[in-house]
């Protein structure tokens, strides 16, 4: 019991983090996941860069 | 370090020589304006490659050239690599002797040298390279012939220093263009080629009066019977079947003997919201391989230059036809490249309709009501989901072109490329892409919002609830009524909608959670073909996910934002209900 507690919490922690940084990223502007690399979208063209 | 910056013509070849330098994988693409930024890359130690956007001459302003222009007139940019169509020389010499105002050294790469070959003619390099006082080196981009030699002139600064043909005073088009014609005289000759090119040919039959939109309507239709019928559903089918026949199950039995609350949290929770979702990679694969193939073969330049003359009577140039293509794949670098546009008021109006597009997050919805719904006719309803959003883009971009937007128009020239069968490896690539990026979101927003919908939907106030006594159906009645009168109000859809602006495949998962179990038998429950038809409507049309609104707010500011969100609210509404009540007369007349 105390252990799927400890797991339900980690992934409550673990997803409301990664909203928040999905949406955060979203919000300035960046996109979460498209594919088009080089076709204008800036913070895919610095990902490209690192 | 050696700063060598890669200029030419839109679409003669410059990321594809790119790539070949540096070992990238940048996108490219057989249509003008897929570069909009400078990227930069290296090969070897000592030399940095700059790919900077096509443009045609220095001398207009639109925002590619001024970033090629800017970055042209840096000190720190040491050789420019002016990349030239060989096959098409009288037209893109002209942008190389404007390069003179730089006092840059220019390496003059003549790609496509196969295409002019076939053309029959034939190059005389030394003479070129003499006359024009720049170091001339033939290459084939996509054969990969010539790019060593490339290599090495840049390496060693085994170029000309000087200007080209500084001594020649050209003033105006007029006298560059004769100068030009000059030149090739002296050192080009053509033979026996075909007098009609390939391209020629085909384009009489694609590009004929009376043919042309036939074929694009043909085209695209046989795109989506691939997808959907012959190749891409089968195997979505047949993943969804692992999925829940045998995945489902087999967790189940391992986790058979801990509480019930957590074999929901993990089964309905984050299976049925990452698994309901998942299915569609196939289907998502397979149309963006028929795209990529449309767009790598030449047709999809020759599709906007059809949607010129339509575009132009909404109040759009045909140019604004690509960010809307490109909106197919992902409304965010949709939006970007607008940019690519000359006129400020195209640029707000193609914005705002970019997100009318049906683009890769709405695909898992429609794939998923019209498989439930209509059965044998999936290609059908997709591929009308499609053209009514076209459609109603071109409605909108006319009422806003006659109220909010002042008329600015501007005229639309776009260069039709060769047509040639795409390359495999790129054609993987552009569509690994996408799949990689379906696959990312799986494992991010897509998993995290159906945890979250999870407990949402299994807690209260008082704690472990019953579903309909949970936060979200709390949420969800509450604006519910907003969706009745559109024949798909209840509170779980409407919940899903709200979580689609998160991301478009989340109105999937949130369904897959909220509903539990296998979606396929239990939506006929809560919906029936018309009001599904309206549910996919509304999708598509409704406000864009999170990313979109903020690219349209970092483009073109706040105010752009809001109306983008409010009209786009607005507009799903009303043809949501157009949809349902019109199909409920007819229904209830037949």
């Known amino acids: ?29 960046k996109c979460s996941g498209c594919s088009y690399k080089s076709e204008g979208c800036s913070c895919c063209a610095e990902e490209s860069k690192k | 370090m050696i700063t060598a910056a890669l200029l030419g013509n839109p679409n003669v ?15 490219v693409g057989n249509w003008a304006g897929v570069t909009i930024e400078k990227k930069e890359g290296f090969f070897g130690k000592n030399v940095k490659i700059v790919d900077l956007p096509g443009i045609y001459a220095m001398d207009t302003y639109s925002n590619e050239e001024k970033i090629s222009k800017e970055f042209l007139q840096r000190d720190d940019v040491d050789v420019v690599i002016n990349i030239v169509d060989a096959s098409n020389l009288s037209r893109n010499l002209y942008l190389t002797f404007q390069l003179r105002q730089f006092n840059k050294p220019v390496v003059l790469v003549l790609n496509m040298m196969d ?25 084939s981009a996509t054969k990969k012939t010539g790019i060593n030699k490339l290599k090495e002139v840049l390496e060693n600064s085994n170029f000309f220093t000087s200007l080209i043909d500084n001594d020649c005073q050209l003033d105006n088009e007029a006298d560059i263009y004769r100068h030009i014609e000059e030149i090739l005289k002296e050192c080009t000759r053509t033979t026996g080629g075909d007098t009609i ?47 829940n026949d045998y995945l489902v199950p087999w967790v189940g039995s391992l986790l058979s003997d801990s509480n019930e609350w957590f074999q929901s949290l993990i089964i309905d929770g984050i299976m049925g919201g990452v698994g309901s979702v998942i299915v569609f990679l196939p289907v ?3 149309l963006f391989l028929g795209i990529s193939f449309l767009e790598d073969s030449g047709y999809m330049a020759r599709a906007a230059f059809l949607m010129d003359k339509i575009m132009r009577r909404m109040g759009l140039s045909g140019k604004a036809f690509i960010p809307m293509m490109v909106g197919f794949g992902c409304s965010v670098p949709g939006i970007m490249s607008t940019r690519t546009l000359e006129s400020e008021k195209d640029r707000r109006l193609t914005a705002l309709l970019v997100p009318l597009m049906s683009c890769n997050a709405k695909l898992p919805v429609y794939v998923l009501l019209a498989s439930v719904f209509f059965p044998g006719n999936q290609t059908l309803i997709i591929f009308s989901l499609y053209l009514l959003g076209i459609a109603m883009a071109f409605i909108v971009g006319w009422i806003f072109d006659k109220t909010i937007f002042k008329k600015d128009e501007e005229p639309f020239i776009i260069e039709l490329p060769e047509y040639k069968m795409p390359e495999m490896r790129d054609l993987l690539i552009h569509t690994w892409r996408k799949g990689e990026s379906f696959l990312k979101k799986m494992g991010t927003v897509i998993f995290a919002a159906s945890v979250i919908i999870w407990f949402l939907s299994s807690f209260n106030f008082s704690g472990f609830a019953d579903i309909n006594d949970s936060f979200l159906s709390y949420l969800g009645k509450a604006i519910n009524p907003i969706f009745i009168p559109l024949g798909f109000g209840t509170w ?18 949130s369904m897959g959670v909220l509903y539990g179990g296998d979606l396929k038998s239990i939506l006929p429950g809560f919906f029936n073909p018309l009001s599904a038809y309206a549910f996919l409507v509304f999708v598509l049309l409704y406000t864009p996910c999170i990313s979109t609104v903020a690219a349209v707010k970092k483009e073109y500011g706040g105010k752009m934002m809001a109306l983008s969100i409010v009209y786009q609210i ?17 229904l209830g007349i037949i």
């Open chain 2, 115 to 139: 295409v002019a070959k076939a053309k029959g003619i034939e190059i005389d390099c030394d003479k070129l390279s003499k006359r024009l006082g720049v170091t001339v080196i033939p290459i």
């Open chain 2, 197 to 243: 090119t390939p391209t020629e040919r085909i384009d009489k039959l694609v590009l004929n009066k009376y043919l042309a939109y036939p074929f694009f309507i043909l085209v695209m239709y046989l795109i989506f019977q691939f997808t959907f019928s012959w190749v891409g559903q089968p195997l979505s089918d047949m993943l969804d079947m692992l999925v």
């Open chain 2, 284 to 286: 998502i694969l397979t």
């Open chain 1, 1 to 29: 019991m105390f252990i799927e507690i400890a797991i339900a919490a980690a992934l409550a922690v673990a997803a409301v983090y990664i909203l928040y940084k999905n949406i955060k990223k979203s919000a300035s502007g």
């Open chain 2, 13 to 27: 070849g410059k990321t594809t020589l790119f790539n070949a330098l540096t070992g990238a994988n940048q996108y």
């Open chain 2, 570 to 586: 607005l507009l799903a509404w009303v043809v949501a209900f157009i949809v349902y009540s019109l199909g409920n007369l007819i």
């Open chain 2, 492 to 509: 779980q859809n409407s919940v899903s909608l709200l979580t689609g602006i998160v991301a478009k495949e989340v109105v999937v998962g």
